[in-house]
Structures are given as C-alpha cells and as structure tokens.
C-alpha cells in the first residue's frame, strides 16, 4: 500500500511545506498543472537523492479523476529527462505497491525494470505491505 489519500487541508499544507523548505536538499517535488485550465492535478518528483552515488527515487501522485488520461506519462518523462541530464542521476530507483497495476505498467513503458521484491516494506494502519523494486539507468533511458 502506499500512503494514504490526504484528506484534511492541514495535511496538504504540511506537505507542501516539506518541499518548500527541505533540509539537505536531498528530494524535490513538482506540482502537475493542466495546461489547458492551469488545474492542479499531482504531483511528481525525487526523493533520497544521493549526490554521491547519482542515485534516487521517483516519486508521483495524480488525482483519481485524472487516471489514464497520459498525462502522467508526459511529466515523468520531463522529470526523468531532468534527473539524467541536470541532476546528473545514473540511475533512478522506484518503489510500487505490487497491486499498483497502473503505476507498475507505466514505469515498465518508461523503461524501467524490476529488480526485486520488498517484502513487508511499507507498514499501514499495523498492516505490511510489499513493493516492487523497479530502476532505470541512465544508459537505458530513451527519451
């Protein structure tokens, strides 16, 4: 499972404050707006960034309403173009819920590959879950 829909506007408002002000510079987190009425619809960026590995972790989150509509395919592909070429990453890890059938489709269209299994990773309302251990590398990346 992954974390749980926010639900109140503190909520959000913690969060947002997060990525405003970060304490290592270690993530960064981009908001989705639609281009067409500049609605906000997810967001999608980097967490555990590891400058001396050139190593980190996607991270991505799109409103329901928004589902298979591609445009989370267009902001990962931006976002991962970044990472590579601004960030100067080598390789991109990413962590799925391994019932996240959508997400585990679009990361393997991205190009990424599953590497493992997370067993018991990610632990909700005293319940564990596993992920999926997906990376892509820089040499793989065709943008």
């Avoid at 947002?16 to 960064?28: A, D, K, R, S, V």
């Avoid at 590995?53 to 902001?75: C, H, K, L, N, T």
């Avoid at 799925?96 to 590497?115: A, C, H, M, P, T």
Wanted: hydrophobic letters at 35%.
């Amino acid at each position: 499972m992954d974390e749980p829909p926010v639900t109140e506007y503190a909520q959000a408002q913690e969060i947002i404050q997060f990525y405003l002000e970060p304490e290592e510079g270690t993530h960064n987190r981009w908001l989705m707006v639609r281009k067409s009425d500049h609605r906000s619809i997810g967001t999608c960026g980097f967490h555990k960034w590891d400058k001396r590995y050139f190593r980190a972790e996607i991270g991505y989150d799109v409103s329901p309403s928004f589902w298979g509509q591609g445009y989370m395919m267009e902001a990962l592909r931006a976002v991962i173009a970044s990472g590579f070429e601004h960030m100067r990453l080598n390789r991109i890890e990413a962590l799925v819920y391994i019932e996240n059938d959508r997400s585990i489709q679009l990361l393997r269209r991205l190009g990424f590959k599953q590497e493992g299994v997370l067993r018991d990773y990610f632990c909700l309302d005293g319940k564990f879950y596993d992920h999926y251990l997906f990376a892509l590398l820089q040499r793989e990346w065709k943008s």
